[in-house]
């Protein structure tokens, strides 16, 4: 992404630097909207700030053989929003099971009671626990261990 010139911009460095206000906004603008890098230009003044978003990576989940009956449901069709429809609070990489040789947290056809683990979503080097918002039985398993989620994609359907 290349800023050049927006109203609110940070003002040019000093002769000798970099401000270092102006690179603290971009690392922080950069960081809000999830970019790896950033860069501000404006007249002879540029400034580039690149980050890493994902330092080590997860321990990749070991293949598992899975019956059809609890794969994700590959169901292209849209699920917009059903009842009991379970959705990512956050972007990340979602893991179904707590490491590759456990087996997943919910399948389908389990029974589930408000605040049971789903699953994980890892973001930046953090394991954030998914839990179900009510009770029920999981209906529909909409996302494959290991891939990667956006906030408010749909994760699970509890009836």
Request: glycine fraction near 10%; charged fraction near 20%; charge should be negative.
């Amino acid at each position: 992404m290349k800023i050049t010139g927006q109203k609110g911009a940070p003002p040019p460095a000093p002769k000798g630097g970099v401000e270092t206000e102006l690179v603290e906004a971009l690392a922080r603008i950069a960081t809000r909207l999830g970019l790896s890098e950033i860069e501000f230009a404006q007249g002879d003044l540029k400034v580039r700030v690149a980050r890493q978003l994902s330092g080590v990576a997860a321990p990749a989940p070991a293949p598992a053989v899975v019956p059809a009956a609890a794969a994700p449901d590959p169901t292209p069709e849209p699920i917009g929003d059903v009842a009991g429809l379970v959705k990512s609070p956050m972007v990340g990489t979602a893991y179904r099971r707590a490491s590759p040789d456990s087996p997943p947290f919910v399948e389908i056809g389990s029974a589930v009671k408000a605040g049971d683990k789903l699953l994980l979503v890892e973001a930046m080097k953090t394991f954030n626990e998914i839990v179900a918002p009510r009770s029920g039985q999981v209906t529909r398993v909409l996302i494959e261990d290991g891939a990667p989620v956006e906030y408010g994609q749909p994760l699970f359907v509890i009836e």
